[in-house]
Each structure stands twice: as structure tokens, then as C-alpha cells.
């Protein structure tokens, strides 16, 4: 092996002549004080490369999928680097959406090993369609559902009454089929009989981050996010209530089913539950489960 990886690292070596031109052999001389340096050079880059590969170490390299809720991005871009450290050969890749959107595009055979929704409905429907594996499933933080309106040329809004009111022109909210921010959103106003009234100022948003984005550059006077979220923006948005008269969030997470890194995929999740990514996850705003 050391001397296929010395010659894919600097060529092969070249036969020494028979003779040189006093009629000496190269076998009774031997290479030259400047060759033999290089080629002990050579030999030992070529062993330390071999030792430092994953196959002298036995580790195995693999890539594990992680689809998360948008709200989990800036948690699980810090989260991600730390699990790579403390399992070597692992790569994470994070794929951020909205939950739904993630569901279907799970369905349609995009490769997936991690399933983290930002509520149990998405996951129930996971479930119930043979997408994840239910012995795997676990709630791994909460959060909170707030109504946030642009820092400049903000409305002065103090109650969800408010956004009747014609100050109030655009609301920014998650799509109610595949954002689950909108049906936290739908059934806080419901309960407050509101959802009908305020339906022709609703802003459609792909995901709650859009929905952020909507209302940090004023193209719309108010919009519903997580708490998480908010606080990404605190100089552009500000927050005026966090919402009541909808299912707690918890957002569970699950191995896909089906996915060829089931074991890496299930440290994952244990990781989550860990004392150090508990602490990363308190820091941007989530709280337990």
C-alpha cells in the first residue's frame, strides 16, 4: 500500500541506470546522498497521509441528511459542526423548510435520515404514512408563537385587536397546508374571532422565515413567527405579544424511514437531548420539551 500511495503522490520512481560512465553500478553505489533525503522525505509523507486516512483509522465516512423545520436553522448550523467532531467521518447536511414542505418532498424519495418538525401534526402525518420510524420519534424542544411588527414606521400595536384596525394593511403569515407557524397562527385567531376578519390583509409566506423577512423590511405591518425567530431581527422587528388559544409547540424529531445511516441518524437525535446541544438550543431562544 505504501508503495501505491508513494507513486499517486509523487509519480513513479525511476530505475537507477546499470552503469554510470566510470562503469560503477548504481546497486554498488547507491543513490546519492540528495536522493536518499527525498526519498526518506517522500516515504515519510507518503506513511503520514496513510495513517491520517479514514481506512488506516477504520472509520467509515458518510453524509447524514438532516431535513429541519426553517425556525431550527441558526441552532442546528452550530449544532451540526459540533456532532461532525464528536463522530469523525461524519458529514451533516441540513436541509431548512417549512415542515410540510419537508414531509412531501420526503415522500417523493428526496434522500433524508433526520425528520425534525416544528409540530406534531407534521410528524403524526409522517407516521401514519410510513415515512419515519415511530420507536425513534421524540420532542426535543419548545417555543412560543409571537406577533411582531417592523421596528421603523411600526403601527403601535398592543393587541390582536389592533390589526383590524386600518393602520394595519398586510399581515404576513405561514401557509396554513404546509407551515405549521400558520395553523398555530389560524388557531390563536379563531379563538379570538378573528381569523375571518383579518383573512383579506393575509400575506401568504412559504415558511416562517419568509414571514420574518416580510415584516423586517416593512412589506408588511405585521406578521406571527416563533420567538426563535424574532430574535434573529431584533433591530428590525419587535415584538408585541406572544400568542395564546393554540396547541403547545413542541417540535418532535425521527429517523427517516428507510435511511441507510439509521445508526448515525438515532446518535444524532441522542445528541440533541445532550447537555452541550441543550445549551446551544437555550441560547437561541428554544426552550424543553
Known amino acids: 500500500m505504501l508503495q501505491t500511495l508513494f507513486g499517486s503522490l509523487f509519480g513513479a520512481v525511476p530505475e537507477s541506470r ?4 566510470s562503469g560503477s553500478t548504481a546497486g554498488r553505489d547507491g543513490p546519492r546522498p540528495g536522493r536518499r533525503r527525498g526519498l526518506r522525505l517522500a516515504a515519510a509523507c507518503a506513511a503520514a ?8 483509522a477504520g472509520a467509515q465516512t458518510s453524509t447524514l441528511t438532516v431535513s429541519a423545520a426553517a425556525s431550527l436553522t441558526d441552532a442546528f448550523k452550530t449544532l451540526a459542526p459540533q456532532f461532525e467532531a464528536a463522530h469523525p ?21 428526496a434522500p ?23 420507536a425513534t420519534r421524540a420532542d426535543f424542544v419548545s417555543n412560543a408563537v409571537v406577533l ?9 400595536l398592543t393587541s390582536l385587536n389592533d390589526l383590524t384596525g386600518p393602520a394595519v394593511k398586510r399581515i404576513a403569515v405561514g401557509k396554513v397546508a404546509t407551515v405549521p407557524v400558520g395553523r398555530y397562527t389560524k388557531e390563536s385567531l379563531e379563538a379570538a374571532n378573528l381569523w375571518t376578519v383579518l383573512e383579506p390583509k393575509f400575506v401568504q409566506a412559504d415558511n416562517v422565515r419568509q414571514v ?18 424574532a430574535a434573529t431581527q431584533t433591530g428590525k422587528v419587535k415584538v408585541v405579544l406572544t400568542t395564546t388559544g393554540h396547541k403547545p409547540v413542541r417540535y418532535p424529531v425521527a429517523v427517516v ?6 445508526d448515525q441518524a438515532a446518535r444524532f437525535i441522542a445528541f440533541l437531548a445532550s447537555e ?8 437561541y431562544g428554544f426552550g424543553a420539551p
Not at 546499470?18 to 560512465?21: I, P, R
Not at 458529514?91 to 417523493?108: C, D
Not at 433526520?114 to 415511530?134: G, H, I, N, W, Y
Not at 452541550?276 to 441560547?283: G, I, K, N, S
Open 49 to 56: 497521509a496513510i495513517a491520517a486516512s479514514p481506512m488506516a
Open 257 to 262: 424511514q428507510g435511511s441507510s445511516h439509521a
Open 18 to 21: 546499470s552503469t554510470s560512465q
Open 212 to 229: 420574518l423577512d416580510y415584516v423586517s423590511r416593512g412589506e408588511a405591518d405585521a406578521g406571527f413567527v416563533y420567538r426563535t425567530d
Open 276 to 283: 452541550p446541544a441543550r445549551q446551544v438550543l437555550e441560547r
Open 148 to 156: 411582531i411588527e417592523p421596528v421603523s414606521g411600526a403601527s403601535g
Open 112 to 134: 433524508a435520515d433526520v425528520f425534525a418538525s416544528a409540530d406534531q401534526e407534521t410528524m403524526d402525518r409522517a407516521v401514519s404514512q410510513k415515512l419515519v420510524d415511530p
Open 89 to 109: 467521518g461524519v458529514t451533516v447536511r441540513l436541509n431548512f423548510g417549512a415542515s410540510g414542505a419537508l414531509l412531501q418532498q420526503i415522500a417523493q424519495g
